[in-house]
C-alpha cells in the first residue's frame, strides 16, 4: 500500500487527492495543514467582503468529504520534511511517512517594507483569516487606504467600500493595471471606482504608516499615511496587495532546487523524484516556451493538482499548461481575460478593439454572466492566422467561444480579412465564425 501525503489544503491539494483515489482505491492519503479553516474558496473571498456571500458559503469541502475521499487529515504545521528517512515533522504531532509527498503549500503575500507595518489596522490579504479581520475593522472604518495594482488590490477596494468606508486607491503607475489593460480599459474601471465614490492617487507611493495619537494603555494604530511626495491622507485603516511569493522555505530546506518558486518538471517531480509540486507554490517546466513558469490562478492550480496526483499513483501525465485564462470582475464589470494581452512591439500581432458599437448577439453555448451594461468592450490581439488572446468586458457572451478558439489555435484566414476591415461588426463576424466551426467538429 502506497503511503500518500499532502502537505496544503488549497485546490491543488484537494485536486491531487481526488486524482489519487481515482487510480489508488487503496492508498493511504494523508492531507496536512494549518489553515483554521481548511479548503475555501479563494476566489470567493473578494465577494465576502463586499457582502455578496456569508462566510458559510466559502466553505467548498464540508467536514465529512475526507472520509468519503478516504483521506486522513491532519491540522497541523509541518516544520520539516526528511528527505532520506521519507518523513515529515508535524509541529504537536507525531512524524508521518510517505512514499509519495506533494508540496501544495501556497503563495504569500508580498509584506509591504516600510516603517509602520506593524500597527494595528495595517492589513493584506493572504486567507480567510486576513478576509474576516478586514471586515471586521471596516466596519468601524471611517477612511482606508489600499496600495497595490492588481485584481487582489481592486477586491480590497471594492469589499472596504461596500462596508462603508472611505476609501483612497494608491497607484505606482498613471493608470490601473497598466500591464494588462490598455488605456481606455484602465480609464473604464477608473471612471466606475469614482462613481462609487472612491479618490484615486496616481503615481503615488507610500513610504510610512503612521501611528494614531491614542489614549493611554490603547493599542498602537494606524491613524494615516505619507507618500513619497510628502502628502499625508489620514486612514484608520492600510490594506495592501502588492504580489505574491511561493512558499519556498520548507522545500529549500529539504534540499528541492527552487529558483522563484519549486521548481518541477511537467510531470511535476522535483529534483527528488519522490517529491511533487502542485499549485501556487510551484514553478513548473512548460515544454511549449523551454521556461519553468509560476501561475497564481484557481484554474491551473486545480488542473496541476489532478497531473500531481495521477503522476504520484503510477499514471504518466504531463501538465501542459494552458492558455491564461480569467474570469474576473473589474470595478463590478465582469472582465475575461484570454492569452496574450499584451500590447508588445510583435510585428505579427495587430489589435483590434470594439466597444458599445458592435453587436452582441446570443450565440450557441454562450454563457452570459450578467446583461444590461453600459460597458461592453472587446479587444483581440490577432496574429497572422490565430487569436493570440482577447479581453472581454461586460457581456460575456463571446467568452466562451474566444477561449476554445485561442486555447485550440484555431485558424481564422477565413475570417482574418473582415476582422481587420475598418468598421466591421467584429462580434458578428466571429459568433458566424464559430457557428460553423462548431457545426462543422461536433461529433
Known amino acids: 500500500m502506497i503511503r500518500y501525503v499532502i502537505v496544503g489544503t488549497g485546490v491543488a491539494a484537494i485536486a491531487a487527492a481526488e486524482a489519487i483515489r481515482q487510480t489508488d482505491a487503496s492508498g493511504e492519503i494523508t492531507i496536512i495543514g494549518d489553515d ?37 487529515f491532519i491540522r497541523g504545521r ?22 509519495r509527498l506533494l508540496l501544495a503549500v501556497g503563495a504569500s ?19 480567510f483569516e486576513d478576509a474576516k479581520r478586514i471586515a471586521k475593522q471596516a466596519g468601524s472604518s471611517r477612511a482606508a487606504v489600499v496600495v497595490g495594482g492588481g485584481i487582489t488590490a481592486l477586491e480590497l477596494v471594492e469589499g472596504l467600500n461596500a462596508r462603508g468606508a472611505s476609501v483612497h486607491y494608491l497607484m505606482r503607475g498613471d493608470r490601473y493595471w497598466g500591464n494588462v489593460l490598455d488605456e481606455t480599459e484602465s480609464r473604464i474601471i477608473e471612471k466606475r471606482l469614482r462613481q462609487e465614490g472612491v479618490i484615486l492617487h496616481f503615481n503615488t507611493l507610500v513610504v510610512a504608516a503612521l501611528e494614531k495619537r491614542a489614549l493611554f494603555g490603547a493599542a ?16 484608520d485603516l492600510l490594506a495592501y496587495a502588492i504580489g505574491v511569493a511561493p512558499r519556498t522555505t520548507l522545500a529549500k530546506q529539504a534540499g528541492i532546487i527552487c529558483d522563484r518558486g519549486i521548481l518541477a518538471n511537467e510531470y511535476l ?3 527528488l523524484a519522490d517529491v511533487y509540486a502542485a499549485g501556487d507554490a510551484a514553478q513548473i517546466f512548460d515544454p511549449a516556451s523551454g521556461a519553468a513558469l509560476v501561475d497564481s490562478l484557481w484554474g491551473p492550480a486545480r488542473e496541476q493538482g489532478t497531473a500531481a496526483g495521477l503522476n504520484m499513483s503510477g499514471r504518466r501525465v504531463p501538465y ?25 512591439n510583435d510585428l505579427d500581432v495587430q489589435g483590434i478593439v470594439r466597444g458599445d458599437s458592435a453587436t452582441w448577439r446570443q450565440i450557441p453555448d454562450a454563457i452570459v454572466a450578467q446583461g444590461g ?61 464559430w457557428e460553423a466551426w462548431r457545426m462543422q467538429h461536433a461529433s
Open 36 to 72: 483554521p479553516h481548511g479548503y475555501y474558496s479563494r476566489p470567493g473571498l473578494a465577494y465576502y467582503l463586499t457582502n455578496e456571500i456569508p462566510a458559510r458559503l466559502l466553505s467548498a469541502y464540508p467536514a465529512d468529504s475526507y472520509d468519503k475521499l478516504g483521506a486522513h
Open 78 to 99: 509541518v516544520a520539516r520534511i526528511r528527505p532520506n528517512q521519507h518523513l515529515v515533522d508535524i509541529d504537536g504531532h507525531a512524524s508521518e511517512g510517505y512514499d
Open 109 to 127: 503575500a508580498v509584506r509591504l517594507e516600510i516603517p509602520g507595518t506593524e500597527l494595528e489596522g495595517v492589513l493584506k490579504l493572504d486567507h
Open 220 to 235: 498602537r494604530r494606524i491613524g494615516a499615511v505619507r507618500t513619497m511626495s510628502g502628502e499625508i491622507i489620514p486612514c
Open 269 to 271: 517531480q522535483t529534483n
Open 320 to 344: 501542459l499548461r494552458p492558455i491564461p485564462f480569467n474570469v474576473t470582475r473589474l470595478a463590478g464589470l465582469p472582465t475575461t481575460i484570454i492569452g496574450a494581452v499584451g500590447t508588445g
Open 373 to 433: 451594461f453600459e460597458v461592453n468592450r472587446l479587444r483581440l490581439m490577432v496574429g497572422e492566422k490565430v487569436i493570440l488572446g482577447a479581453i472581454v468586458m461586460g457581456d460575456q457572451k463571446l467568452s466562451m467561444a474566444l477561449e476554445t478558439l485561442i486555447r485550440q489555435r484555431v485558424d481564422i484566414t477565413p475570417i482574418h480579412g473582415r476582422l481587420l476591415q475598418p468598421g466591421a461588426r467584429v462580434a458578428d463576424v466571429l459568433a458566424d465564425f
